[in-house]
């Protein structure tokens, strides 16, 4: 056993705890003797740190896909940088009409009696009372709104003055602050956060701008955004930021209704790897990608999706040849460089344009593309018709459109699925089925899309089958097993999401369908029997 001794008595130690595969024991009841102990430890990872990686998470043992790796209480929650009024215990948007000032500090808070009991805004609001020693008065409900863009800052220089326990944590994550300085937003941001806290809570003797800029970087690069509020909001993490990047990550992150990050693989993930998220938008194009990263995160992705230029095989940023006679695709040496003048070159003809070219070209679709965003599908569509032409079929900016199409076909009829013809019903069939097959290949963290497509698919095929079955088609049985296979992949994808997010309640429908779905095929079953001969 090399030696494994049990950590109840230290005898030798054959039992291993299944669920961390890092603490063993002698026998079954010292096992469960420590169980209320180690049940606050037991997680399927552990801690390990490297000069460049610095501090991330090993898998110890064998993590199958859709299980739940972490599920984590945030160390400190605040307003975004950019918002409106928000109350500053629930983190709701707040207007005159639904909030009253705190009795102690004149920040807004609303009206549910237990926000002015919360400990989450005991930090400005005592700093107001005991070194600004006058109250705030919010008068102008706009958004966004200056006063706001601090307090999750003041929030951590609060507990570096007052919870030790709490700071400790915070203050071994990374803020990046020499990455950041001499940027133009480490400037903008020394003036509108750290000279504003000083001078508005009279911390000037007690914080420097560079305190305040490194507590400050702490939030920018270890926050995650929350979506759970209307606005979302800001949470740092313990566990969670020592999570690796990787645009094809093993793990997807959710949030659970009280704010706690939930993390779950979205593949099998072996014994010794690094679990991952992404930091970034998986849908975008790898320049894309790695210019937000080095802008917010202070590094360059060296993961297998950046450094293969053809992004697993799907030419997600690939563009066509120009020339009339070829139908080549065109790719650099690498999409990561990042360097001017990289030159594309056509796998067939070996035609080369340089980034220039390609940049224009991309700004002019992106420009066409943002005007999209309230358009019809016939313009959608006409989008798709110009620019396919340019782009490979799977390009980041042709996938955009076609997700939105997939989306919106069905919900411009009063009717919805059931108002579209047999001809468009089956182009969303298929266009939904090409859309799955291309992000599980190359976007597996993103469950939220996954769900949401395979339920879009589980109703089209469900209307099919409808419509066979009042035709008399025989195949209308196979139809409706896919659509309940299809339920299963929703739920499977969604399984985590709360039921405040449009995602959870998704899930529920799901579910629901499923229970309608096995109980139609039930009395088919039945039915069938019945009418067998003897």
Partial sequence: MGGQSCVICQKDASKRCGGCCQVYYCNKEHQKLD???????????????????????VATRDITAGEVILKEPPLLQGPSQVTGPVCLSCLQAVSQHNSEPCSQCGWPLCLKPKCRESKQHLPECRWTMD????????SQFITPHPSYECITTLRLCYAKRHSPGLWGRLCKLQSHTEERRGTHKYKEDTRTVAQFLRRFYKLEDEFSDEDIMDIWGIIQVN????????????????????????????????FASDASLVLRAVVKVSAGQHLSICYTDCLWGTVNRQYHLRD?????????????????????????????D???????????????????????????????????????????????????LTESTKFLEKWRSKFHQNHFYLTEVRLAIAERMGQESPQGIRGLS??????????TRDLLELLSLIAPGETRVLGMLNFGLHACLAERARRDHLQGHDQFYSAL??????????????AVEPEVLPEGKLLLQAKQNKAELLNTLQNIQMCASMASPM
């Fill in 35 to 57: 169980w209320a102990k180690h049940k606050h430890t037991c997680k399927p990872f552990k801690v390990c740190e490297d000069p460049v990686l610095g501090r991330h998470l």
């Fill in 422 to 431: 047999p001809e468009c019903l089956q182009y969303k069939v298929n266009l």
């Fill in 326 to 376: 070829c139908s080549g695709t065109m790719l650099p040496a690498s999409l990561c460089s990042l360097v001017e003048a990289t030159p594309w070159t056509c796998d067939s003809c070996g035609h080369v344009v340089y980034d220039s070219q390609v940049e224009a070209t991309l700004q002019q679709a992106g420009q066409e593309l943002a005007t999209l965003q309230s358009k019809n």
């Fill in 131 to 138: 070194k600004r020693k006058n109250p705030v008065k919010i």
């Fill in 296 to 324: 917010t995160k202070f590094f360059t992705c060296q993961c297998p999706r950046c450094l293969d230029p053809t992004e697993m095989g799907t030419y997600f940023s690939a563009i066509l040849c120009e020339k009339s």
């Fill in 223 to 254: 926050g995650h955004e929350v979506p759970l509020t209307q606005p979302a909001h800001v949470a740092v993490y313990d566990l969670s930021s020592m999570l690796e990047h990787s645009c094809h990550p093993n793990c997807a992150k959710s």
């Fill in 481 to 494: 097993m896919e659509s309940l296979e299809c339920l299963d992949k929703t739920i499977f994808f969604l």
